[in-house]
């Protein structure tokens, strides 16, 4: 079957940085996509990562690793408003979505 | 660029009526949309894939007669909830993707369903 792995809730401190880890075994491979979702609201696109290596988009960074079916988010500089839902989704052999459920990310003052 | 809206942003409905709710393209052409439902808590679930003109694709266990899907143009597709009932209460949204099959898909900001 399909899967994606992802922790579900993760605790960070304002200012600094955290790695939230998506692992995947699906029916082939298309790309990876990372999501941010705040509470009560739809997702907004962060990336998108095909090949191996690290893209860089501001603060956040997301990183792929097709060998090891393993991807990372990471978030540089904490703010409060980066308190939100981020989710890992993987465009299969047939180009379906598959979401991975999402970590919680509390950022504390 | 890449704004997809939905109407309205939320609804409060009596059991038995049927509920439309309308997601938009605003900047791009959507060849494709989609459909999905999340429940507190809970990850999205795709309802159904859409594409302009033809009938849309519903996920196994989604009922195509109670989720009426129209994709009547290339920025407009409309998600009927008909006869609706208190467990169809959810957070409806639609997503839109420009181009191929590997393009971003972009979300509209969801509609509250409550059914009473």
């Known amino acids: 079957g399909q899967n994606i792995d992802q922790p579900t809730e993760m605790t960070a401190t304002e200012g600094a940085i955290v790695q939230i880890n998506c692992t995947y075994q699906t029916s082939g491979f298309n790309g990876l996509f990372w999501y941010q979702q705040h509470a009560g609201e739809a997702p907004t696109f962060l990336s998108y990562n095909v090949l191996d290596g690290l893209e860089e988009k501001g603060r956040f960074s997301s990183f792929l690793s097709r060998s090891k079916g393993y991807s990372y988010l990471l978030l540089k500089e904490l703010q409060m408003k980066d308190s939100a839902s981020y989710l890992c989704a993987v465009l299969d052999s047939n180009y379906q979505l598959i979401w991975g459920a999402g970590t919680k990310l509390i950022i504390k003052p | 660029g890449a704004v997809v809206s939905q109407h309205p942003s939320w609804v409060i409905c009596k059991s038995g009526t049927s509920v439309k709710i309308e997601c938009r393209s605003l900047?791009?052409?959507?060849?494709?949309m989609f459909w999905y439902r999340q429940f507190p808590k809970q990850s999205l679930m795709l309802m159904a894939t859409?594409?302009?003109?033809?009938?849309?694709?519903?996920e196994q266990g989604v009922e195509k007669d109670k989720f009426l899907i129209n994709h009547a143009s290339l920025t407009l597709s409309t998600l009927t909830v008909t006869s609706a009932h208190p467990e169809d209460s959810s957070f409806y949204i639609c997503s839109a993707r420009a181009g191929g099959e590997a393009d971003t898909q972009y979300f509209g900001p969801g509609t509250r369903l409550t059914v009473l």
């Open positions: 900047d791009f052409q959507a060849t494709t």
């Open positions: 859409s594409n302009e003109g033809s009938k849309a694709t519903y």
